[in-house]
Every structure is written in C-alpha cells, then in structure tokens.
C-alpha cells in the first residue's frame, strides 16, 4: 500500500507540473499577442499623426508643391494602408481592416479636396499640393 500511494503522489505531483507549465506557456502567449495588437496600434497613431501635422504645415504655407514622407514599410511584421477622405486621414492594417486609426484633418477649408490611399508595403507616401487638392500616394 505504500508503494501505490508513493506513485500516485509522484503522478499527482508530475501532473500538477504539467499543469503550471500549460499556465504558464498559455499566459505569456496572450501577453505578446496583446503587447503585439497594442504596439500595432500605437504606431498606426503615430503615423497618421505624423502625416496629418505634415498636410496642416504645408497647408499654412498656401503653397503647391510635393513632400515625400519616409513611413515604415511594417509594423510588427504586418503591412497597414493609410487613406485620406474628407478631413481624415485613416491608417489601418492590411489584412485586420478591424483596427482602425482615424484622425480628423481641422483647419483646413472644404473646399479642398483631400483624397488617396498609399500603402506601406512602399516605404514612403507622397503628399501633393494644388489650388484645389491633397493627395496622398506614391
């Protein structure tokens, strides 16, 4: 009877080990994926925000021309698309359209025509200036 209850100690004990490094392997795996989806996101922000500052500096000095702005080709192995419509510039990833970045272009009259899409893939994305428009592209 001693021997059995010394095995099934050592079988609960192995199993219990098991278990901890299941836990253990599963928490750090949800720890990066979410690390990985937030930094995604932060860094979508900060290039909107950067493209964004540029077409509101360009737009104060009331001139045509073409800035050409470095943007990184991935973010964390993933790929993102940045458009403009409207008063917004909108960044999201290529493949995930679920994570959105979306910043609103203020004081910069309607009757300019904000308009285009670039992607990452790239590495940079051309802002063009006329009388009447703003483009993004390549």
């Known amino acids: 009877m001693k021997g059995q209850q010394t095995i099934i100690n050592e079988i609960f004990l192995f199993a219990f080990g098991l278990l901890m490094a299941v836990f253990v392997s599963f928490f750090f795996l949800y720890f990066n994926n979410w690390l990985s989806e937030l930094t995604v996101t932060e860094n979508l922000e900060t290039i909107s925000t950067l493209l964004s500052s540029s077409i509101l500096k360009f737009y104060e000095t009331k001139g045509d021309g073409i800035i050409e702005i470095n943007i990184p080709s991935q973010i964390g192995d993933k790929s993102y698309i940045i458009e403009a419509f409207g008063n917004r510039i909108i960044a999201y990833e290529m493949y995930s359209p679920q994570k959105i970045v979306s ?7 309607l009757d300019k025509n904000i308009n285009g899409v670039v992607a990452s893939s790239y590495g940079y994305a051309k802002i063009k200036f006329n009388s009447t428009n703003i483009e993004i592209g390549r």
């Open 103 to 109: 910043r609103g272009l203020f004081y910069i009259s």
